[in-house]
């Protein structure tokens, strides 16, 4: 499906959400080092935990709210949010105040609203694509966020350091200006819903209460639920991306020569390794999302979860046994690899287990697998402290050929019984 012949919505999207993206990966993946530099590791870990469990909530509520209010409402009322959380967290880093408490909580408050964003965006692609197109719809949008993965990191490693103020200010009106957009040039695209009248004695928990029902619906389903546990322990190694292995290189990586000519070199630290693997990963998903999902559509969806996950297994351990600039950049295009086979593919897996009215609840059950992923994976930074890194990279590969069995039975039990909405 081309670009030119997309929804009037999603084109708007496309473009605006790219300049969100490249700006917030101007600083985003060399927070954790922050923070780590400024509380130590055990307590940065413990804390980036703590702020993700607010994120879980919040994406649960996404979902019922892109269901109940629509997916244009939550997704303005969330890049709003998100910027102004952006602007609070600059505060924090500004000549008049230096806080990495504020800083952490402002972080915090826009994971928050990230969340509430992520489940209304992808019921909105599923509401006006239909079936056949939206894996590669999905994948172009997930390629517009590695070319961000690209530029975004490139910039951060020249201008975060000196310029961390000015780059959470202009996130956060990027943002902003994002929420006026979808505001003026988008459209409601939610299922009408006969909406039950709200009694003027209805208690403050009724809303709770019908979401925790229909989440429990959705739980019922066995396939989708073997999807979740299976993508949670899966994100325990994709999620190390700005995590672990930003922390591990600049641990291991003092001055390395990456290439010279003649007398001269070109030589990096950690930091400014990690910058350039993250791009790499950014570079190779733009350049190959579309034409390794096309790829992996000719393959049953089974072989492709599957060895997905063995394939990041296989990046983990070489990320684990090398401290040379070269083989994190091999270990990285494996690990890319991995990530390729699952995009666009997932996420079409979703849409098709998901009855039309409850599009919003799934997609925001399905996310569920970045957003615990996310509250657990900040432990393997403690982890490094106590067992050291050799056996928490250990234990990441454990954990991602643990996902690779649980989509095998996911799939079997698929086959044996129809998941619910399909």
């Given at each position: 499906m081309r670009i030119r012949d997309w929804d009037p919505n999603l084109k708007v999207r496309l473009f605006s959400e790219a300049m969100m993206n490249i700006t917030f990966w101007m600083f985003f993946p060399f927070l954790?080092?922050?923070?780590?530099?400024?509380?130590?590791?055990?307590?940065?870990?413990?804390?980036?935990?703590?702020?993700?469990?607010?994120?879980?909530?919040?994406?649960?509520?996404?979902?019922?709210c892109a269901?109940?209010?629509?997916?244009?409402?939550?997704?303005?009322?969330?890049?709003?949010?998100?910027?102004?959380?952006?602007?609070?967290?600059?505060?924090?880093?500004?000549?008049?105040?230096?806080?990495?408490?504020?800083?952490?909580?402002?972080?915090?408050?826009?994971?928050?609203?990230?969340?509430?964003?992520?489940?209304?965006?992808?019921?909105?692609?599923?509401?006006?694509?239909?079936?056949?197109?939206?894996?590669?719809?999905?994948?172009?949008f997930y390629t517009s966020i590695n070319i961000a993965v690209v530029i975004g990191p490139i910039l951060g490693a020249i201008f975060y350091v000196n310029y961390r103020f000015e780059l959470l200010v202009v996130a956060g009106i990027v943002c902003i200006l994002l929420g006026l957009i979808l505001a003026k040039w988008t459209r409601e695209t939610a299922p009408i819903q006969k909406v039950e009248a709200v009694c003027a004695d209805r208690k403050w928990y009724y809303f709770l209460q019908n979401q925790v029902k229909?989440?429990?619906?959705?739980?019922?389903?066995?396939?989708?639920?073997?999807?979740?546990?299976?993508?949670?322990?899966?994100?325990?190694?994709?999620?190390?991306?700005?995590?672990?292995?930003?922390?591990?290189?600049?641990?291991?990586?003092?001055?390395?020569?990456?290439f010279s000519i003649g007398d001269w070199e070109f030589t990096v630290k950690g930091e400014q390794a990690f910058g350039l693997v993250l791009a790499e990963n950014g570079l190779l998903v733009a350049l190959l999302t579309v034409a390794v999902t096309k790829w992996m559509s000719t393959f049953k969806e089974l072989n492709v979860f599957v060895l997905s996950s063995v394939v990041y297994a296989i990046s983990i351990v070489l990320f684990s046994q090398t401290h040379w600039i070269w083989g994190f950049i091999v270990a990285m295009a494996v690990f890319t690899f991995a990530e390729l086979m699952g995009a666009g593919i997932q996420q079409s897996f979703v849409s098709k287990l998901a009855p039309e009215h409850m599009r919003g609840q799934y997609f925001a059950a399905a996310s569920l697998r970045f957003t615990i992923s996310r509250t657990i994976a900040p432990l393997s930074i403690p982890m490094t402290v106590w067992i050291g890194y050799e056996w928490t990279f250990f234990v990441l590969t454990i954990l991602a050929l643990a996902s690779a069995g649980l989509y095998w039975l996911m799939f079997y039990s698929f086959e044996k019984k129809p998941a619910v909405g399909s």
């Open positions: 954790t080092i922050y923070f780590a530099e400024e509380f130590g590791k055990n307590k940065a870990g413990f804390l980036l935990v703590f702020s993700q469990i607010f994120s879980v909530i919040a994406n649960l509520m996404g979902g019922y269901d109940r209010f629509g997916r244009k409402r939550m997704m303005v009322i969330s890049a709003i949010g998100q910027g102004l959380s952006f602007l609070a967290f600059a505060f924090a880093s500004s000549p008049w105040l230096q806080s990495p408490w504020v800083g952490f909580v402002a972080f915090s408050i826009a994971g928050v609203f990230g969340s509430f964003y992520w489940p209304a965006s992808q019921a909105m692609v599923a509401d006006v694509v239909d079936e056949k197109d939206r894996s590669s719809v999905f994948a172009i229909d989440y429990a619906l959705i739980i019922k389903d066995r396939t989708f639920l073997l999807f979740i546990i299976a993508g949670v322990l899966a994100g325990q190694t994709f999620m190390q991306l700005d995590l672990l292995f930003p922390v591990y290189m600049k641990d291991v990586i003092d001055f390395q020569t990456l």
